[in-house]
């Protein structure tokens, strides 16, 4: 090895500062994204399940999540002709495919949040 990082040869390379690659890193990197990608790992959910599973998220900050994501082809959005209407939210396969490596990086968080932080 030379001792270059590894550059995407597709352009999409995460070091770049414009480009899609990045504007995807700071999507599925943000905590409540992360966040609501774990619950709806578990299956369809409406907004009132998700925000009740995920303690201390604003009715204002789901919503804006949920838009981005949805946005960025991870979650889908299906609403039901009932009345009051009937919305659930669910993983797209793409989204699905960031779940692994996110539900990886959740279970190191919940194994080292005890650890006590070092300094220098």
Do not use: C
């Not at 399940?49 to 900050?61: A, N, Y």
């Not at 669910?90 to 949040?113: K, Q």
């Amino acid at each position: 090895m030379s001792g270059e990082l590894h550059r995407e040869p597709d352009g999409h390379d995460v070091y770049t500062a414009q480009g899609p690659s990045r504007a995807l890193l700071d999507l599925v990197a943000n905590k409540w994204s992360a966040l609501i990608i774990g619950t709806l790992e578990e299956g369809p959910r409406r907004f009132g399940q998700i925000q009740q599973h995920l303690q201390g998220i604003s009715p204002k900050m789901l919503t804006q999540t949920l838009r981005r994501l949805q946005g960025n082809g991870l979650v889908d959005r299906v609403i039901y002709p009932a009345v009051p209407l009937h919305v659930e939210y669910s993983l797209t396969s793409r989204g699905r495919s960031a779940a692994a490596p996110l539900g990886l990086l959740r279970t190191w968080v919940e194994e080292n949040a005890g650890e006590a932080p070092r300094s220098g």
